[in-house]
Structure formats: C-alpha cells, structure tokens
C-alpha cells in the first residue's frame, strides 16, 4: 500500500493506492450513476437480465467508461472476488451448502487424502466437509 504506483504487469497483480473496498465503493457509485444515465434513471439491479449482462459485458471489454474509475480493472476485481466467494470454505461465508464444492466434486478440508492417492482420474464420491465440520 505504499508507492510509487505505476503501471504493473499482469503478472505482478494490481499496483494501485486505493483499497480494494475503496475500488468496490469508487467504482460502485460510478456504475451506479452511468447505468441511471443510460437505462431511464433505473438502478442496476432493476434493469432486465439482458441489459445487466450487456452493462457486465461492457465493463468486461471496456466499453463502458466509468467515471473515477476502471471499469475493466473493477470487473476482474468483481470476477476474482466472485470466484474466490463461490470456491471458498463456507467458514468464510460463501459458497453456501457447498454448493460450489458439489459443482466442481471437491471433496472438502478433510484429514487424510492417503488412501485416494493412487486413484487417478476416479470419481471420489465423497460429500464435501468444511473446516468447520471438521472443528
């Protein structure tokens, strides 16, 4: 959180002052602003499915331009902290019942893996466990 702050690559992450809730919040406000502009003073959230996933799309390839901020740079911002929420053990308060655990057939934080070890490109069939199942 200290500069200088230039340009990175995208291999060394986001080289930026402002906190990722500060981003959450600048970007917010300004999407929030840019969607009642162009959508008849509706909020996003009251836009159709369609008209959402087109305001999604263009942050995604930049063609919308958010105000104070980057609207691409905030898009994968949304995306990786959606993703981490959506994989997460549910002690973190995401991924509810597992449910993105079940999609992809992780088995969970269990103890011991030893005897699955040899069992290569084999179903496991085995319910996901949280940590706090575990606890």
């Keep these: 959180m200290q500069g200088p702050f230039a340009q990175g690559t995208p291999q060394q ?5 402002a906190t990722p809730a500060q981003t959450y919040r600048a970007a917010l406000k300004s999407l929030d602003t840019y969607v009642r502009a162009h959508f ?3 909020s996003f959230a ?6 959402q996933d087109a305001v999604i799309s263009g ?3 930049s063609t919308i331009v958010l105000d104070g901020a980057e609207g691409k740079r ?7 902290n959606t993703m981490e929420g959506f994989f997460a053990d549910p002690l973190y308060g995401g991924n509810r019942d597992m449910v993105g655990w079940k999609m992809v057939g992780f088995p969970g934080a269990r103890y011991d893996y030893r005897d699955y070890v040899e069992r290569h490109n ?4 085995l319910a ?3 940590i706090l199942s575990r606890i």
């Design 13 to 17: 992450g986001l080289q930026a002052q």
């Design 40 to 42: 008849g003073g509706k």
């Design 46 to 51: 009251a836009l159709a499915s369609a008209d």
């Design 59 to 61: 942050l995604e390839h």
């Design 74 to 80: 905030f898009f994968e911002l949304l995306l990786q």
């Design 122 to 125: 084999q179903k496991l069939d």
């Design 128 to 130: 996901p466990i949280s």
